[in-house]
């Protein structure tokens, strides 16, 4: 059967996650959060101490990952993750591995796998220009750095993490940067993606434009 995905791609901390989220509430369908597999191999790569530049080690490390994902909570072997893969230190260096073809080439059957019915909402940076490229609809989510800066911090500090607004501002641009110009597949819009800025929408808005967007193309 065709089953159907929304793709919702942006740069980080623009809000893509709690949208994805929402609209797969809204609509009943699967999620994914490609971002938390960049993550978990980073953060299966601090524990056994791999490299960041062993690109080698590192896809065999992503093609193997022991993942299992259990509502909103992620384990890694034995253990939830899903608190750590949160950590500013895990989000750097999933950043950096990101941009080695090996790794994403060893993440992608993984991230096929999640597109079953009723449907996928799936966020990251290429849901809809490599992995879904098919998707029926595609949004590319912005927001200005102030407000995502600003959005990165509270959520930090309501979980209890330390933050410090002057250092998130300088590392989601130079990660942004990095997202953007890296050869394997860039942070870039989809040619038959939807913008929408929400640095002025509340969550509830932005759900209900993605919503009207999604019954537009049914
Ligand atoms: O979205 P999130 O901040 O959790 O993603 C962590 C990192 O993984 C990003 O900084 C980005 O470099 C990378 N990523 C990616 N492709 C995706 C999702 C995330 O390269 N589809």
Redesign the pocket.
């Known amino acids: 059967a065709d089953v159907p995905v929304i793709t919702i791609d942006g740069p ?1 901390a623009s809000g ?2 709690t949208l994805a989220s929402e609209v797969a509430r809204g609509l009943g369908y699967h999620l994914l ?4 597999l ?2 978990a191999t980073a953060l299966a790569a601090l524990q056994a101490g791999v490299p960041a530049d062993d690109e080698a080690a590192l896809s065999a490390l992503a093609a193997k990952l022991p993942l299992r994902f259990d509502g909103e909570a992620i384990w890694l072997g034995d253990d939830n993750v899903s608190r750590q893969l949160r950590r500013e230190e895990v ?1 750097a260096l ?2 950096r591995i ?1 941009a080695l073809p090996g790794v ?1 080439a060893a993440l992608r059957d993984l991230q096929l796998a999640f597109r079953r019915l009723p449907g996928l909402v799936a966020d ?4 809809g220009t490599v ?1 879904f490229p098919d998707a029926a609809l595609k949004v590319f989510l912005t927001a200005s750095a102030a407000t995502r800066a600003d959005r990165r911090h509270k959520q930090l500090i309501s979980k209890g993490f330390s933050s410090n607004i002057d250092d998130l501002l300088q590392d989601l641009e130079a ?1 942004d940067a ?2 953007r110009s890296r050869s394997a ?1 860039p942070l870039k819009p989809a040619e038959d993606a939807v913008s929408l800025d929400n640095s002025a929408l509340s969550i509830d808005e932005s759900v209900q434009r993605v919503l009207e967007w999604w019954q537009q193309r049914r």
């Open positions: 980080t893509k996650g959060d490609s971002g938390a960049y993550r989000g999933a950043s990101s994403r990251g940076r290429d849901m992995i990660r990095r997202d597949a």
